[in-house]
């Protein structure tokens, strides 16, 4: 028996990857989805513009925080190391979705125009990270160097995150890729 | 008076970055570059998808370089040097058309679809790098950070070398930005 939720966005996400992962992605409208979640077709509208947002619903928390942390990050830390806070910060937010992390990302692998948004809100990323980084007084091309490489260690540790059921904390994925970063001659 | 041209393609390109600059990329058509170019528009569609494949024309070479040079850079090559000699190469293909790169840049800089397709274009460069580091033996997540580093170096030394009427040659943009991703601590 269904319990009574609230958390009509919760229950569209949760609606919208069942549906991807069980139909794929192009044969789920969003239709579909209100549908499955119980809601009406326009109740999802006012949420999500289309239903590939559902899957990028994060995205402008993330950047802001990466921002914000990399900004905040005390005056003594290299560049690269304040970025490294500011994408360790943005991953955090997602240290309670792994199983939707998982699920997500076996979706974006499998759709061509998912992969490209996902491109594009790395970019997005990088260009946050290089702007924190400006307004705490690095130059170029140190900044958009470093900028470019903490997403980079982003990228590296968030795929090795979601491959394991049980993986290290996402803390610990971005310390290991950093340090093979680091390693490189 | 216009001396007899052979060049099709090298006349259809020409006369897109004049018209791009000149009214901007979403005032121009395809009819308009072809007529501008002396060429009908069938032409032009035997040559280009459409007028945004203009300006990316070589990206499938640039591509195809970067990998074959990385796979055969000398075996004693740290990962990420033999990634630094493709993409070396990759940019050395672009000498000669620096006019022609400086004006491109600024009419990507100008247009958001044009930036995605580019963001895209380098994502595409950073995957043939990648499968090139595996060719060569690397692991995981060892090629795709130095798959990645050397990407963002090429995008950092390609920056400085279209900002500047003069610049230094391109391999030494790209030693130079190299050099300032090593510095990073």
Redesign the interface.
């Given at each position: 028996m269904a319990r009574w939720e609230p958390d009509a966005q919760g229950r569209m996400i949760r609606a919208a990857l069942e549906l991807f992962d069980e139909r794929g992605f192009d044969q789920t409208t969003a239709g579909d989805i209100a549908e499955k979640a119980g809601v009406t077709e326009r109740t999802f509208f006012r949420h999500f513009a289309d239903k590939r947002e559902v899957l990028f619903d994060g995205a402008h928390t993330m950047e802001h925080t990466v921002h914000d942390v990399t900004v905040a990050a005390p005056a003594e830390l290299?560049?690269?190391?304040a970025a490294l806070a500011g994408i360790t910060a943005a991953g955090e937010l997602l240290a309670d979705r792994h199983e939707f992390s998982m699920r997500r990302s076996r979706i974006v692998a499998a759709n061509p125009s998912l992969q490209?948004r996902e491109?594009?809100k790395l970019?997005a990323m990088t260009e946050s990270t290089t702007k924190a980084l400006h307004e705490r007084g690095v130059t170029e091309?140190?900044a958009?160097?470093?900028a470019?490489?903490a997403v980079?260690?982003f990228?590296?540790a968030f795929?090795?995150w979601v491959a394991e059921e049980e993986p290290p904390a996402f803390a610990d994925c971005v310390a290991?890729?950093a340090a093979?970063?680091r390693a490189?001659?």
């Open positions: 290299s560049p690269l190391d490209e491109l594009l970019a091309p140190v958009s160097l470093a470019h490489s980079t260690v990228h590296v795929a090795r290991e890729a093979a970063l490189l001659q």
